[in-house]
């Protein structure tokens, strides 16, 4: 387990993350709102499955499924990139 979890770091729930939670344009899911505004307040990437959080726009998201249209957008404009 150490091992796994080497390299990771646990992310607080401030009273900032909390507003920001209240603000995102999410549907009334309580743990997706917090993980948004986490992601957004801290300037971290959101890897999910999710459809609502990978289209939300306002955090850097990766799709963690091949078959998510999210996912192939992501790596035709890696190859663009090259």
């Avoid at 401030?14 to 939670?21: D, K, P």
């Avoid at 992601?39 to 963690?64: K, P």
């Amino acid at each position: 387990m150490a091992r796994a979890m080497a390299g990771t770091r646990e992310a607080p729930l401030t009273h900032e993350i909390a507003l920001a939670a209240r603000q995102m344009p999410l549907y009334q899911d309580p743990a997706d709102r917090i993980l948004a505004a986490t992601a957004q307040l801290l300037d971290l990437t959101l890897v999910s499955s999710n459809e609502r959080l990978l289209g939300l726009g306002v955090v850097r998201t990766f799709a963690n499924r091949k078959d998510s249209k999210y996912w192939i957008r992501y790596f035709d404009a890696q190859r663009l990139c090259v």
